[in-house]
């Protein structure tokens, strides 16, 4: 059986997280009750709670995101919740790396390549810390 792409980008995620320096709660989410919520809900003691939609990137440097996904990203991003969509770029020129954006630019991300939407992080998997990124994001 052949394991999904976006699976193996999960297991990265958790694993970062859970093992990293700072210790996050994380837990993957799979619901068919709520369409377009995020795939992951995590803690930390810093930022509280935020979600994490998990995206990889197409050939075509788009994303596959959702009416649904994305109504529910531009909803509570609009009154403010940290929610954030993590695309993972694994053939990107210099090595594998992720792109984090505000769940604000959902739409955005529906229409556009992913180069032409701003992001808030652009890196390696291992060096992205929540923590450093601006304390606006997490209404600090």
Known sequence: MTVKTETN???????????????????????????GFPDCVIFHNVTGFFTLEL??????????ISPLQTAWNK?????G????????????QGGPRVKLFSGAVAQDLR?????????????????????????SVFNK
């Open 75 to 79: 909803w509570y991003a609009g009154y």
């Open 55 to 64: 995206k990889i990137v197409q050939a075509n440097n788009r994303i596959r």
């Open 111 to 135: 229409e556009k390549d992913i180069d032409s939407v701003p992001g808030l992080y652009e890196g390696r998997l291992k060096d992205l810390d929540f923590l450093k990124l601006p304390n």
């Open 81 to 92: 919740a940290p929610v954030f969509i993590l695309v993972n770029l694994p053939k990107a």
């Open 9 to 35: 980008f999960w297991k990265s995620v958790k694993r970062l997280l859970e093992n990293g320096e700072e210790k996050y709660l994380i837990s993957r989410i799979e619901s068919y009750v709520t369409p």
